[in-house]
């Protein structure tokens, strides 16, 4: 029933939390499991897994981020550190409750042990996620925090089975990450080439800006034309001069 959601887990260091995470997601219902470059996949994930071994064995090991996403229309980073990330910050019920109405396929993404995730990888997700643990001390280990989202998935998942007609499922036409990955390069290449972008911050806030906007793909191919307006426009001028 969740086979459109997915669990990503980044560079993980210790091959024991991939089969306890393997496990949190079994108990609650999810299978789909993605490990980015993780250190070692062993003896130790299956033991820790316990009967939730097929989970590890069947895992898709990906080298990168952008690969683990590239078919998802919703991707969601979760970290203990996101003040700086109000206006898409989410926590794990509400994550839950729209997850719960998206078609689309959709990764929830979590990071290193000891670093978490970085501010770039935070930058591709539309929404980020916090459980809202003590300030003082918020850090849960990676699996623990795994099943603390999957069992509010399940909740949310359970919920709206009892109320099912009430609610109209969000129609899934957001464009994937390979997708967005494929506009914010032509964004960039079209606003150098004008010198409107001179560096990196001013694409990491338009990323933003767009991830925020929930860019329908109809709206995506818009803007793409409006690129493609300027550059041809531009190509005509240095023709001419
Ligand atoms: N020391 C790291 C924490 C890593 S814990 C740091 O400071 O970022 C491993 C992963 O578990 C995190 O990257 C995150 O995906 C998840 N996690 C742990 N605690 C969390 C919390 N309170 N809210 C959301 N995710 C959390």
């Known amino acids: ?64 981020f952008d690969e683990a996403i590239a078919d998802c229309s919703l991707v969601i980073g979760a970290s203990a550190r996101l003040r700086h990330l109000q206006s898409t910050l989410l926590g794990p019920r509400e994550c839950a409750e729209k997850i719960s109405l998206y078609q689309g396929n959709i990764a929830i993404v979590f990071g290193r042990e000891r670093v978490g995730l970085r501010n770039e990888e935070l930058l591709k997700c539309h929404y980020h996620l916090t459980i809202p643990a003590n300030p003082d001390y918020s850090s849960l280990n990676l699996a623990m925090a795994v099943q603390l989202v999957s069992y509010e998935l399940r909740m949310a998942f359970l919920a709206n089975k009892e109320n099912e007609n009430s609610l109209s499922l969000i129609e899934q036409n957001y464009p994937t990450a390979e997708q967005l990955a494929y506009f914010f390069e032509h964004t960039e290449r079209v606003y150098q080439s004008l010198g409107f972008i001179q560096n990196q911050g001013v694409m990491q806030k338009l990323r933003r800006l767009y991830n925020r906007a929930s860019v329908e793909e ?22 001419d001069s």
């Open 218 to 239: 109809n709206e995506l191919n818009i803007l793409h034309g409006m690129l493609s307006a300027v550059e041809k426009r531009l190509e005509l001028l240095n023709i």
């Open 1 to 64: 029933m969740f086979d459109h959601i997915r669990i990503v887990l980044i560079e993980t260091s210790h091959s024991g939390n991939i089969g306890s995470a393997a496990r949190a997601m079994k108990t609650m219902g999810l299978s789909q499991l993605y490990l980015v470059s993780p250190k070692s996949v062993d003896k130790q994930s299956l033991a820790l897994a316990a009967g939730a071994d097929d989970i590890v064995t069947n895992a898709h090991i990906v080298s990168s």
